[in-house]
């Protein structure tokens, strides 16, 4: 009798996503430069921090890093749900317009050189 070898379908599909560990990171006082949703799914979007923020926020090399109204650092924020990420896609709206610093901690994880963001809050 033959033996089916099963391979679960996170192995098989880990590979298509280009994703890298990096640090769990707390990073705070931050100005965001650009808030955009691209065609990602409905759960994310991405920000820049402008080039003047410190240029230890890294994934690998220069892959995080974009040019455009400025050269920075590119961090994706992702949701659980469409609800969720429209909250802070709001409040990344409000941060960028009203030129509020915000605070923010990263998940540890790099997908298409971008840090991937758990959290955002609004300092005054």
Known sequence: MKKILII????????????????????GDEQVGIVYQSDLSATEFEFLLPSSSNNKYTCTGNAGEITGNGTGKVFRVKSPN???????????????????????????????????????QLIN
């Open 8 to 27: 679960p379908l996170t192995i098989i599909f880990s590979g298509l996503v280009s994703s890298v560990h990096a640090d769990v990171l707390d990073i």
């Open 82 to 120: 469409v609800e969720v990420a429209n909250r802070k896609f709001s409040m990344m709206l409000t941060a960028l317009t009203t030129k509020t610093k915000i605070r923010f901690r990263t998940t540890g994880i790099c997908e298409s050189g971008r840090m991937i963001v758990s959290w955002i």
